[in-house]
């Protein structure tokens, strides 16, 4: 149990850690800002909620709240995009982040992984994956294919909460559905530096798993290009612990993340030697 201890010890600490900073967000990022009555402004967003924006505009040199159903469009002057960042932790959506209505994401891992999220509402989200690779080594040519909803809602101040499924089609398993992970998770921060802790419940082939996962998550943004990021996994069903531990290069259109996976339990340590490696693409909806 020892290597088990230290690790968990570890990756809390450094959670905790990147939360403890100074937020680099929002202030790093300069916006241009285009009412419906025409009006721009110029500067940055100061606070942001789920129904408007305090706003500081550089050319009238002061702050304000505006709508968001006042706003027409946001522009980012500088060289790089700050929306989608929150909703996703490292490998699984387990957070209490959402995308906003028309925001749609495309996630790859390791090339043979693509993941696919939609906004269905400002609370509401849909993904949907398939990985080929998986089906390679097995009898049945079916690929593995997984299914994502996920709903999130406000608490109070930075609190947030989110529940979700992971349903997946795995071949050489009965039934179109053969594995399910249902989670409930409560974030605190906003969605640039957070973190997050899950209750994850698994159902295998019609079989409720009784003993649940528990999963904790942290991301920082340590300025408008880099962030960390990390999530860890520990429960009866894995016989130990995992986590991935790894940094996030955020662009306009794309971010690249690679992490690096580890794991414990009552036979020592394990190191990854192999990264996993995710490229994402994000298209906006409204603002």
């Not at 649940?212 to 990021?229: C, D, H, Q």
Request: include cysteine; hydrophobic fraction near 45%; glycine fraction near 10%.
């Amino acid at each position: 149990m020892y290597p088990r201890t230290l690790l968990t010890s570890a990756l809390c600490l450094f959670a905790l850690s990147l939360l403890s900073q100074t937020p680099a967000y929002p202030k790093v990022f300069r916006l241009q800002l285009t009412l419906k009555d025409s009006s721009t402004y110029t500067g940055r967003i100061l606070e942001a909620e789920e129904d408007q924006f305090l706003f500081y505009g550089r050319n009238i040199r002061r702050r304000f709240n505006v709508a968001r159903q006042n706003i027409l469009r946001i522009d980012t002057l500088g060289p790089w995009r700050p929306f989608l960042d929150g909703f996703h932790n490292v490998a699984t959506p387990a957070n209490g982040f959402n995308l906003r209505q028309g925001d749609v994401y495309y996630k790859n891992y390791w090339v043979t992984l693509n993941t696919l999220h939609v906004g269905l509402t400002d609370r509401f989200s849909m993904g949907v994956g398939v990985d080929i690779i998986s089906s390679l080594f097995v009898n049945e040519p079916t690929p593995t294919m997984l299914f994502m909803p996920k709903y999130t809602f406000p608490i109070r101040d930075r609190w947030q909460a989110g529940v979700g499924a992971i349903w997946l089609r795995l071949p050489d398993f009965d039934g179109f559905i053969s594995h399910q992970f249902y989670y409930f998770a409560l974030s605190y921060g906003d969605a640039y530096s957070n973190i997050s802790a899950g209750l994850n419940y698994t159902i295998v082939e019609g079989t409720f798993i009784p003993d649940p996962v528990f999963t904790f998550a942290a991301k920082k943004r340590l300025s408008s290009a880099v962030g960390l990021e990390m999530e860890y996994y520990m429960g009866a069903p894995l016989e130990g612990l995992g986590a991935l531990l790894g940094v996030q290069f955020i662009g306009r259109r794309l971010d690249f993340s690679i992490s690096v996976p580890l794991a414990a339990g009552d036979n020592g340590f394990f190191l990854s030697p192999v990264p996993l490696l995710g490229l994402g693409v994000k298209f906006a909806g409204r603002r």
